[in-house]
């Protein structure tokens, strides 16, 4: 084994490190994580799952769940859930809490976008885009954090987006609702850091996923424009997520807090 100490004397190497394989670990970690049963959230169980949690996944749809399951295996869970029902949020954390223990993890990844010129958004569409990426988001946390703040840990993920970012024109109430979600990971995590737990974004970049299909299949200017703005030039895998998402989670981000971590290819400096 080929050993390295930096200065600190702390042993760099790789290989059987009892520090490194156990600071990006999730072992006896619980997540809950919305949306899990497709897209983004899928992967980000998997990950999670891989690192040595158990998630519970939760969705509108029992059988797509139910499907999802099988292929995570026996440490996921699901438990039906729009998270839109906020007068439902406290009970979902309590169920999970008395059914499978503490929710150490919650990833906020439920999500809904919707594509037109901001003259035809209504305000029932800007209400409910709002409602769902905003809303829920901040029920669902705050009834998890409480719960995380009288134990003393916990780590709060969001799912930003790059229209949060920059202008991407016919996605108004889509890029309000993501801006407000950057915002309330910097008061989370002003407020909640005294209780050791830490509050994060991931923004992805262009990701392929159902959502991503649907806002640009019929639209390849849209497509090309995502793409050329972004240097790695290829569109992200819901996998690249997943592993940031691990990493925000883990120890390994101990000292990481109110931040918004693009995940997207450079697109975000992209010319
Ligand atoms: P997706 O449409 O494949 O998955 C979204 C998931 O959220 C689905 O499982 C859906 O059933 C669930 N969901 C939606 N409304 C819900 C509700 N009311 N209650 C419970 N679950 C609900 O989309 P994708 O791409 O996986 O998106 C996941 C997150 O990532 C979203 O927050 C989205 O805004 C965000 N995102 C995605 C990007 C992409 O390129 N795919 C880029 C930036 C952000």
Redesign the pocket.
């Known amino acids: 084994m080929n050993t390295n100490n930096d200065s600190n004397g702390l042993n760099l190497s790789v290989e059987n490190n009892p520090i490194f394989s156990k600071i990006f670990s999730l072992e006896g970690k619980i997540a809950l994580i ?2 899990g ?5 899928f992967d980000i169980a998997q990950c999670m799952i891989a690192a040595g949690a158990t998630v519970i996944i ?3 749809r029992e059988f797509a769940l139910q499907e999802s399951i099988k292929t995570l295996g026996k440490n996921a869970h699901y438990i039906v ?4 029902e906020l007068k439902k949020l406290e009970a979902l954390v309590h169920e999970i809490e008395t059914q499978y223990g503490y929710i150490d993890i919650l990833v906020n ?5 919707m594509k037109k010129p901001a003259l035809d958004v209504t305000d029932e569409d800007f209400d409910l885009i709002i409602h ?2 905003l809303n829920a988001v901040f029920s669902l946390t705050r009834a998890c954090a409480k719960r995380m703040i009288e134990r003393k840990s916990g780590s709060i993920l969001m ?1 930003s ?2 229209a949060a970012y920059y202008g991407i024109d016919r996605v108004v109430a889509y890029a309000a609702s993501k801006s407000g979600v950057e915002g309330m990971v910097k008061v989370l995590a002003s407020e909640f850091s005294k209780h050791n737990v830490r509050v994060n974004a991931i923004a ?1 970049g ?2 392929e ?4 299909k649907n806002a640009m299949s019929s639209d390849p200017d849209r497509m090309n424009k995502a793409l050329n703005r972004t240097p790695m030039a290829k569109f992200g895998k ?1 996998e690249d997520i997943g592993w940031a998402a691990v990493f925000l989670a883990s120890e390994a981000a101990a000292y990481v807090t109110g931040v918004s971590l693009p995940v997207d290819g450079g697109n975000s400096i992209g010319f």
Do not use: E, L
């Not at 049963?37 to 959230?41: A, L, Q, R, T, V």
């Not at 859930?81 to 839109?84: E, G, L, P, R």
């Open positions: 919305t949306g049963g497709s897209g983004i959230g939760t969705g509108r859930n729009d998270v839109t990844n439920a999500g809904i976008n769902t990426n799912i987006s790059m992805p262009f990701i996923t159902s959502m991503m819901p």
